[in-house]
């Protein structure tokens, strides 16, 4: 059983940074790929990127490439993702999600993720 919380949203103003965080319970995290999904009003949830179980693999939507970056620290059960150059486009409720998965295979399917947090809000204005 893996918990996690989200944090590190707000609002900013278009061109800013964030870092959100996201917490792990359990002394199963470092086995488990991690995501971060997104979801706007009225649209379905996003895959925005994701990080193998050990950090040294990412995968990143088209949208985020460039600016948004994934790392995780396994010593302190969380996952990270900086983003930089934030966009209108980016306002969202920010999700963290975690995969029983010890592999360098990154999914991008919500339904592959076995676990999720409550999610932040992002709100970025222009």
């Known amino acids: 059983q893996v918990q996690l919380v989200e944090s590190g949203g707000g609002l900013v103003q278009a061109g800013a940074s964030l870092r959100l965080s996201c917490a792990a319970s359990g002394r199963t995290f470092s086995r488990c790929a991690m995501g971060w999904f997104r979801q706007a009003p009225g649209k379905e949830r996003e895959f925005v990127g994701g990080?193998?179980?050990?950090?040294?693999?990412?995968s990143y939507a088209d949208s985020v490439r460039g600016r948004f970056t994934i790392s995780r620290d396994n010593a302190k059960n969380t996952v990270y993702l900086q983003m930089n150059s934030l966009k209108p486009e980016d306002t969202a409720v920010y999700y963290c999600?975690?995969?029983?998965?010890?592999?360098?295979?990154?999914?991008?399917?919500?339904?592959?993720?076995?676990?999720w947090g409550q999610g932040t809000q992002v709100t970025v204005s222009s």
């Open positions: 999600a975690a995969r029983m998965y010890i592999g360098n295979y990154l999914s991008r399917l919500r339904n592959d993720y076995d676990y």
């Open positions: 990080i193998n179980w050990s950090g040294d693999v990412t």
